[in-house]
């Protein structure tokens, strides 16, 4: 049965939950992914994203939500304002996903260092999100819940190294997939967890042997957002 | 507790001697694990965003892309204090409607109800008939509740969204979730709210969704008054004794028939209807060749 807060709701910044919502968090994803100051940000739209988003002010909310600002701030329409003031250029672009979702996007970061960060996400319906692909990596999953990412060498033994410092603290796995480019080499498992992963547990699993890095999204506010459909 | 048809929502009020807001809200609970008090107060958050967004466009109007609707709310209001032909009260409760459409055209805040494109709907009826009857914020949100358990309904047999089931499935939607919270403020029957749902739904079988440019504007601005004014003269057609006939779960299925048969063009495709006019191509190209 459905709750009544998947009627009567999201709180949101309009017109569209799925083309202003759902890519304000798309972005506030891929920016907590990125995980550090950029200096520039490109959006690529596929599909029903590029061909209506300036009426959706779709772009406003991406560029809002890679600044950091959430969907239910109305801060938003004033997206390109704020990007000056934090001395972030961006720009968006059609870009071609086919193999994605109607409404997707790839966010890219560009950093003083010349180095860059690619996210590729989908909104699907309602403000609910997709995150389909890091930085080349296939992956899947909402946000609803907090995530972790771990990089790390493919090989044994891994899973049990980082559910174990997980349980050591108390932290619930709702869910873990895992993706790897090919045998034996980076592997990223994607944790989603029933409570939030601290910043000294998150060292403490990119301080394990073998591991590359590992990154925390927890977008808070769950409970309303496991209802909002 | 649950149901899955209004029909169900009856009989468990009067199995449980409850109100109805009572059944919605012990289903509630069952389904989330959450308790009254937590489940009052993000209904009671929801509302006040709802509430904000009906008044907000009252007073000045709010920039919209492209400017479709831009002074709406404020102009209604305006005139509203002539009484015009249908009086203050109608005319105040469709600038309240219109200023939830301005604000999210205006990328303002406001709370999906069902859809973001129908949010004036409910707040502008819960506030005015809320007001007229000098309900407190309880019982506006128990009105809430029984708007919301009727929105269940629909989502779980029908739709709510344009694409699938047109304006109909969306303003139309909220209108019979409205004509419910509005017999419940006026104090009617339960039997009363069962027939001022399936009376909105009759009143709105059939509406296309049809957005001048693919905006959330024109006409869903119109929509959402001329919905509003719906719920309220359902609810006055069923308080007065008007027996539907037609039970309110039929006319949710009618409403969903008649959603999968409108062709893809008045489905939110920006294409047919209002969009596909002459002047709302012209819209289209205007729109999209400034910016």
Redesign the interface.
Known sequence: MLSIFDVTGPVMIGPSSSHTAGAARLAQVARRLAGRPFTRVTFGLHGSFHDTYLGHGTDLALLAGALGYREDDEALRDAKALAGAAEVTYSFHQADLTDYHENSVEITFHFSDGDTFDVIGSSIGGGQILIRRVNGMEVEFSANLPTLLVYHQDKPGMISEISSVLSDAGINIGLMRYTRRARGCVACAVVEMDDPAGPELVATIAALPDVFSAQAVDLGDREDRHHAV | M???SIAQMLTLAETHNMSLWQV?LE??MA??EQSADD?FR??S??YE?MRRSAKRALEEPLPT??GLIEGVASTQHTYAATGGISGEFINRLMAQALSASE???????????????A?GV?PSVLMSVGEKYDADNQRILEA??I???I??VI??NAT?AGAEGGCQAECGAAAA?AAAGAVYLAGGSNQTTERAVAIALMNVLGLVCDPV?????IPCAQRNASQAVNALISADMALAGMDSVVPADEMIDAMFQVGRMLPASLRETGKGGTAGTPAGKAIYRR??RD?
């Open positions: 649950q149901y899955n919605v289903a509630e389904q989330t489940i993000r209904l958050a929801r965003v892309i492209g604000v999210n055209a205006s990328m303002g805040k406001i709370c999906a109800a069902p859809t973001a494109g949010c409910l809430l509740l708007a919301s358990g929105g269940v989502m779980t709510v979730m440019a693919g905006l959330v504007q729109v999209f910016r």
